[in-house]
């Protein structure tokens, strides 16, 4: 965990906080991304193949140079406990639907007595030499972000967004589409119309909005809509968009 990161980074006013999507197992490339300039990584283990070893990995090539957050694969403890003991700076918890969802996800974030969270001693409280001083700061630094994908959740978010604990709202636009019977038309007028509610109710409540764009240009519609953090493509498309398009040009193919 890095103090003064990312959690508290979301309770300033300043410039929305950019990050990209970390799918494939690559030490080299998380070392890569570091590199560019990124303020935070966000480390996705519910689609893809990662494992908590191979998180835990990419976090000892990281270091302490930028916050790295998990997508928990379901808003469990075990989950959730697994991607905070490695050393994650916070966690993404998808499909919160409901004010139970987000109770759910704040007992097994928090340590009592603002929540549940088992006491364990990994990579995160170093090993044990810094155990106390982990405990002492974790429930403020360590962020929770509840992603809203869902329309029910749509439904539901005033009494998601007044959970005690909450420090941000990650915006699914995908699974939210699919949820309305427009799986993928994330610019269809009724999805739109979804993600400006969620938005005006966050900016209502002071809470954080943040959300994924497959390139800069819709990460900048994002911004301009008041988000405080996104998450501009994914590692894959990064790798793929670079060589493709010098592939491209030598191939006479602009």
């Known amino acids: ?51 908590i070893g191979d998180a835990k990995a990419m976090l000892q090539v990281v270091g302490d140079r930028i916050p790295v957050l998990a997508r928990v694969a379901a808003n469990t403890p075990t989950d959730i406990h697994a991607a905070l003991d490695i050393g994650c700076d916070g966690v993404i918890v998808p499909l919160v639907n409901s004010n139970a969802d987000a109770k759910a996800a704040v007992k097994a974030s928090k340590y009592p007595p603002d929540g549940a969270r088992s006491v364990g001693i990994g990579r995160a409280h170093g090993y044990g030499s810094k155990f106390n001083e982990y405990l002492a700061r974790a429930n403020r630094e360590t962020a929770l972000i509840v992603q809203i994908e869902h329309r029910e959740a749509v439904d539901n978010l005033g009494e998601i967004l007044c959970v005690k604990g909450i420090d941000a709202v990650f915006i699914g636009p995908y699974d939210l589409s699919g949820s309305m019977g427009l799986l993928g038309q994330v610019t269809h007028e009724a999805v739109r119309a979804a993600i400006r509610q969620i938005r005006s109710q966050c900016d209502a409540l002071g809470m954080p909005h943040g959300s994924f764009g497959m390139t800069a240009s819709a990460c900048e519609e994002a911004v301009r809509h008041g988000a405080k953090f996104v998450v501009v493509g994914t590692d894959a498309m990064h790798l793929y968009n670079g060589a493709k398009a010098q592939l491209n040009v030598l191939r006479g193919d602009r």
């Open 1 to 51: 965990m890095i103090s003064d990161g990312f959690a508290d980074r979301l309770r300033l006013d300043g410039t929305p906080l950019i990050g990209t999507l970390v799918s494939m197992d690559g030490r080299d490339s998380v070392d890569v991304l570091c590199r560019c300039g990124f303020d935070w990584l966000f480390l996705d283990l519910e689609h893809s193949s990662l494992s």
